[in-house]
């Protein structure tokens, strides 16, 4: 059963354009492409972000928040952190009017159409090696190209997948329930046959023999992506394992720290990463007294910059965060659990609880034929191809970027999307370069700032915008070319950027201050 509706007229829209439309209490996104009418759900199903504040790239929607990517036309999503498809419905012309028939059903998303094989149509095993971002959608993935083999995912946590940034964030402010965390339910693994070893850590992978081993035996294998992302590096300082010193990487690691919170006032930060002010952010929202305790100068000066970096530092003191930089800890003193933090300089002071985020390093270090790197993580080829049949992903996949030629490894949770979703296409018979735009956010004493593309280092910033005004754009150049683009309040810019990055058609630098940079996209794409 539907609805017919009147959703607009032809003239409304000019080609390239987007805007939401009605059909009673439904909010739609209609989009004119080539002179055709599309439909789809005018909200991301990620997090609820309205889409026509993104961009409309030739078919390609992208969403201003998490830059998740749909076809315009079908509903697709084609980039993470969407997981599930967009309802598309047909527009139907009549005159000048556009209309379309309006199911009853409707629910404003979709799983996208996959394989299940009930039992597997033919011998072909493939393991998928970690439980996060990348392991979970390349399994997802491998069943929608239509694999319709053995598929077993393992993973060393216990939990079914779920969505890692928001431990930081929402979760460990006490903003996000728990339901909002599962990725997806067990009846989904289940239906589509994708197996769950949870609680277990691969030992050796024989590629010789493609043979996986773990705690319970050995696995063979026709294919198999390592995805198994990082850990948090810890302290190695007299008394660093007295209790109350914690990491957060982890549900369980997040969950330890909700419990150990609860009746702590002092709570000191060791390091100024993302996640340790993201901690820190969340846990001046419980009411705490919290401390940063880092070598930098500024925060996020190695990714932002001084002048950004300076910003966060300013909201975070408005929120009641004290910083002592330039110092690290030398010692932590307690009976059996931590009372005092000793300084590189001998000052001191007292925690109840101690909480380090000074960096995350690549889970590599599975025996057998593939060895790490000098970094320690996993070299792929442009297939994110280990050697013959193994791939690796995530965290720990190290590539040459295709724009500038460089080494590069992102731990972002984008990227680990975008890349166990190509991984499980090559796998699956595909010759897909690895070629998408890394981006990330972070969001923290009232501030969201944007980042798309990547800059280790850099010759300038040029900025668009006004910083105190928490407005702008920041530019990184190296070698005459814009690397990395960073934005505040300008959602709308950043996803135009990641379009102009990934169709390699960023404007001359010389122009950058002068052009709009919407206009400017609006004229190329």
Not at 6 to 29: P, R
Not at 109 to 136: E, L, R, Y
Not at 232 to 260: C, F, H, Q, T, V
Not at 410 to 425: D, E, F, S, V, Y
Request: neutral net charge.
């Amino acid at each position: 059963m539907s609805k017919e509706f009147i959703i607009g007229k032809k003239n409304d829209l000019n080609n390239g354009e987007m805007k939401k439309v009605d059909a009673g209490e439904h909010k739609l996104l209609l989009s004119r492409i080539e002179d055709k009418y599309y439909i789809i759900a005018a909200h991301c199903n990620h997090y609820g972000a309205p889409l026509e504040d993104g961009v409309l790239s030739k078919d390609r929607v992208v969403c201003p928040w998490h830059h998740a990517i749909f076809n315009a036309k079908t509903g697709e999503a084609l980039d993470g952190p969407a997981i599930d498809d967009l309802p598309a419905i047909q527009v139907k012309e009549n005159g000048n009017e556009l209309i379309i028939d309006m199911p009853n059903d409707y629910e404003g998303f979709k799983i996208p159409k996959m394989q299940t094989p009930q039992p597997p149509k033919h011998d072909h095993v493939f393991v998928i090696i970690g439980g996060g971002a990348a392991g979970n959608l390349a399994a997802q993935t491998l069943r929608q190209d239509g694999f319709e083999g053995r598929l077993i995912l393992i993973s060393e946590e216990e939990r079914l997948p779920y969505d890692r940034p928001n431990l930081s964030k929402e979760y460990l402010s006490g903003d996000a329930p728990k339901e909002w965390m599962t990725l997806r339910s067990m009846d989904f693994y289940d239906k589509y046959k994708i197996e769950l070893l949870m609680g277990f850590r691969v030992s050796n992978i024989d590629t010789e023999n493609y043979q996986i081993t773990y705690k319970h035996g050995t696995i063979s294998y026709h294919k198999a992506l390592i995805a198994t992302g990082g850990s948090p590096i810890k302290l190695n300082l007299p008394g660093s394992d007295l209790e109350n010193i914690m990491y957060l990487r982890s549900y369980s690691d997040a969950d330890k720290i909700i419990d150990a919170q609860k009746d702590k006032k002092s709570i000191n930060i060791i390091g100024a990463s993302f996640i340790a002010m993201e901690t820190a952010d969340s846990l001046t929202k419980r009411g705490h007294d919290v401390t940063v305790i880092a070598p930098d100068k500024v925060p996020f000066e190695k990714v932002f910059g001084t002048d950004i970096g300076n910003l966060f530092k300013d909201a975070h003191e408005k929120q009641g965060v004290k910083f002592i930089l330039g110092r690290k800890p030398k010692e932590f003193i307690g009976h059996t659990k931590v009372n005092k933090i000793v300084l590189d300089n001998n000052d001191s002071l007292d925690t109840d609880l101690v909480i380090v985020g000074i960096g995350v390093k690549p889970n590599a270090d599975i025996s057998g034929n593939v060895r790490p790197n000098d970094e320690g993580s996993l070299d792929v080829d442009k297939y994110l191809r280990i050697t013959n049949g193994v791939y690796a992903a995530g965290d720990i996949a190290r590539y040459k970027d295709n724009r500038t030629g460089e080494k590069q490894r992102i731990t972002h949770w984008r990227t680990a999307h975008q890349q166990g979703k190509i991984a499980a296409l090559n796998m699956n018979g595909k010759k897909i370069e690895y070629k998408s735009v890394p981006f990330f956010w972070t969001k923290q004493a009232g501030l969201a700032i944007k980042y798309v593309g990547h800059a280790e280092n850099w010759d300038d910033i040029i900025y668009k915008g006004n910083i105190e005004e928490k407005k702008f754009l920041a530019y990184y150049i190296k070698n005459n070319k814009v690397h990395a683009v960073a934005g505040m309040n300008a959602d709308k810019a950043i996803a135009a950027i990641e379009e102009l990055i990934r169709l390699d058609k960023m404007p001359n630098i010389s122009h950058l201050k002068t052009i709009d940079i919407l206009e400017y996209f609006n004229s190329v794409s």
